[in-house]
């Protein structure tokens, strides 16, 4: 037995590293690869919804969040943003899983010029279902502290806000967990791809 194992040792070792691999890259394609990284915390600022209430993203607990900041007078990536917002919005009330399990957050960056009626109008445009879909705005001091828990830069240049192109994925217990872009970078089927698998974590 001795001689025989010492013939085929060699054999044997290199047969469990080599399932060792496979288990390795199976369990990245099947589990590891569709678990996303913490990236942050959300910070805990509480702003107005358009309805006048009163409301922080910490209050949406156990809701996954898909957080986007603009403002109503940018030129560029904020509407084209809320528009791919819009259609995956619709998706996932076809899923069953909007406004249940997933809510969006929109937030102005420029609290000076966009009211609380601006932003519902703005929503309007989009057919934001409002049940579902906040669009908040905040004091300047807030707006600096929520912006700034994000780590989204903003800047303004005259009657332009120049800022970040980020969008955020927060998960039910506040963490962030991915960043995309806005505009022509913002794909709404990646989106809907990680969000799902979330709820499945």
Known sequence: MATWFRNYRFALLAGVLVLAVVGGIAYNIWWGSSRLPVIGRVPDVTLTRVDGQSLSLRDLDGKIKLVSFIYLRCPDVCPPTTAKMAKLQNELKREGIFGRDVVFVTITIDPERDTLDALKEY??????????WYFLRGSAEAT??????????????GDLVIHSNRTYLVDGDHNIRKIYGMGDTFDEEAVKQDIMNLLED
Do not use: H, M, P, W
């Open 144 to 157: 600096k502290s929520i912006t700034n828990g994000f780590g989204f830069v903003v800047q303004r240049q």
């Open 123 to 132: 929503a309007g445009k989009f057919e934001a279902d409002l049940s579902g």
